[in-house]
C-alpha cells in the first residue's frame, strides 16, 4: 500500500515537473529576443524606395525571430562603400548591403564579409540553393577577379533609350532611326531646332557606367587584363562624340542624374538614355507617350553595354547575425519578392525561375519598355572593376567624365585619367 502512495506521488511530482518546465519552455519561447539586423541599399524613392520598404516589411511580418532595419544610402554604390568604410573604421558595421557591381573587387579586397558559398555550407541542410537559382552566366557577374564568388547577383539591369513618342512624331523623327549613336545626334539637332529642347541626355550618377557603353559600342575597352584602356582611339572618339553634343551642338543635356530624368518627364528632353530601373518611375511620371528601345551603337560596331546592378553581400560578424541575414537574403530571391522588386523598379530578376514565372511574364507583357533590356542580357558583359583602389578609380573616370563635359581636352583627359588608374594597379 505503502509503495502504491509513493509511486503515485513520484508519479505526481514528475507530471508537474513536467508541466513546470513546458511553461518555463514556453515563457522563454515568448520572450526570444528578435535577432536586429540592418540591409543597406541605394535605392531612392524614384528608383525602388518602396519596395525595398514593402519587401523588409512583409518579411519582419513572416520572421517572427528577425528585424531587418533598412538603411538608404544616397549617392548610389560609391556612398555606399564610403559609408561602409566609415563604419567599418567604427566596428560597427550593417549585416547585408547591395553592393554595384564596379565595385566587386574593391569591397573584397577591404572588407570582412561571408560568401555565399559559406553561408550555404553554415546553414543550409541543402547544398543547392546556390546553383540551382542562379545561371553561371549571372553568377560570373559576381565574382572577383580572382574567380571568387563574392556576393549573390541581385539588382540586374542594362542601359536602355527611353524616347518620348509624342515629341518624336511631332517633329518627323523616326524612332528606328534611334539605333546608332549617329542617329541619335541627327534627331538630337532636329528636335533642338525645331523645339529648343534637348534631344538627349545621358545619366551622370556617382559612376560611368552609361558612358562606358558609348566605348564599348563603338569597338573599345574600358579595361583589359586588369590595366584602364579606355584612352584607345575608340575610347576618344566615342567620348568626342559625347562631348561634342554637349558643348558644340547643344543638343544633349549635361546635369546631374535625377535632374536629367525630371527634364525627361517634363517634356524638356526628347530622349534619355538610362537604366531600367527607372522604368516604372517614368512610367508613373510622364503625361505624354513614352517608349524605350535598345542601346545604341556606333556605325561599324554593334552594341556591347555592361550589366548593371548591384549584388547582396553579407558583412555581419557574429554567427547569429550571419544566419539572420542568410535568412533574409534568401527571402529576397523568392519569385514574388523578385517580382515585386522588378515592379517597383523595372530590374530583371536574376534567377531562373523568376524570369520564367508567369508572373513576371505577365509583367513584361503589361510593359514592354523592359523588353529591350530583357533582350539585352544574355549578351551583356560584366561591369568594368578594376583588381586594385576600385573606388579611386572610379572617382577618376567620373572626374574625367565630367572635366571632358566641361569643355577639357577629350584626348589628354582620358590619357591622363588611364594613367594615373593603371598606376595604382
Known amino acids: 500500500m505503502k509503495k ?18 513546458a511553461v518555463i519552455n514556453a515563457h522563454a519561447s515568448n520572450n526570444k529576443k528578435a535577432v536586429k539586423i540592418s540591409y543597406w541599399h541605394v535605392n531612392a524613392q524614384t528608383q525602388g524606395g518602396a519596395s525595398v520598404d514593402t519587401l523588409v516589411k512583409d518579411f519582419n511580418k513572416t520572421h517572427k525571430y528577425i528585424k531587418v532595419t ?38 573584397a579586397d577591404n572588407f570582412k564579409y561571408l560568401t555565399p558559398t559559406s553561408a550555404q555550407k553554415k546553414f543550409d541542410a541543402k547544398k543547392t540553393f546556390i546553383n540551382t537559382t542562379f545561371s553561371k552566366h549571372t553568377l560570373s557577374f559576381a565574382k572577383d577577379s580572382k574567380g571568387n564568388l563574392v556576393g549573390l547577383p541581385y539588382s540586374l539591369s542594362t542601359p536602355i533609350l527611353y524616347y518620348n513618342k509624342t515629341m518624336l512624331n511631332k517633329y518627323g523623327v ?32 556617382g559612376d560611368t557606367w552609361a558612358q562606358q557603353s558609348l566605348i564599348l559600342s563603338n ?76 542601346a545604341p ?22 554567427s547569429v547575425q550571419q544566419k539572420a541575414a542568410w535568412t533574409f537574403e534568401k527571402y529576397m ?9 522588378s515592379k517597383g523598379t523595372g530590374y530583371l530578376p536574376p534567377t531562373k525561375s523568376a524570369l520564367k514565372s508567369t508572373a513576371f511574364k505577365s509583367y513584361l507583357t503589361d510593359n514592354p519598355m523592359l523588353k529591350p533590356a530583357s533582350s539585352q542580357l544574355t549578351t551583356a558583359v560584366a561591369w568594368t572593376s578594376f583588381p586594385k583602389n576600385g573606388l579611386d578609380a572610379e572617382q577618376t573616370m567620373i572626374d ?7 569643355g577639357s581636352d577629350v584626348k589628354t583627359t582620358l590619357k591622363d585619367a588611364q594613367e594615373k588608374i593603371n598606376a595604382q594597379q
Open 4 to 21: 502504491s502512495v509513493l509511486i503515485v506521488a513520484i508519479a505526481s511530482v514528475s507530471a508537474v515537473t513536467i508541466g513546470y518546465s
Open 70 to 107: 533598412a538603411k538608404y544610402n544616397p549617392n548610389m554604390y560609391q556612398g555606399l562603400m564610403q559609408n561602409l568604410q566609415s563604419a567599418q573604421a567604427s566596428g560597427k558595421v550593417p549585416d547585408i548591403v547591395q553592393v554595384g557591381w564596379a565595385y566587386t573587387n574593391y569591397f
Open 174 to 205: 523616326d524612332p528606328k532611326s534611334l539605333t546608332t549613336w549617329e542617329g541619335v545626334s541627327a534627331a538630337a539637332k532636329k528636335i533642338k531646332s525645331a523645339s529648343g529642347n534637348y534631344g538627349l541626355y545621358i545619366q551622370e550618377p
Open 219 to 294: 569597338g573599345g575597352k574600358v579595361e583589359k587584363n586588369g590595366k584602364a584602356s579606355f584612352a584607345s582611339k575608340a575610347g576618344i572618339k566615342a567620348y568626342q562624340f559625347y562631348q561634342d553634343m554637349v558643348n558644340k551642338d547643344k543638343t544633349a543635356l549635361h546635369t546631374p542624374w535625377a535632374q536629367g530624368v525630371d527634364d525627361f518627364v517634363n517634356g524638356k528632353v526628347a530622349i534619355a538614355y538610362t537604366t531600367v530601373a527607372q522604368a516604372s518611375h517614368i512610367k508613373q511620371s510622364v503625361n505624354f507617350d513614352v517608349a524605350a528601345t535598345v
Open 297 to 318: 551603337h556606333f556605325e561599324g560596331h554593334k552594341s556591347v553595354v555592361p550589366v548593371g546592378g548591384s549584388m547582396l553581400a553579407i558583412t555581419a560578424q557574429s
Open 333 to 341: 530571391y523568392k519569385n514574388s519578392s523578385l517580382v515585386t522588386w
Open 400 to 406: 574625367a567624365r565630367d572635366k571632358i563635359l566641361s
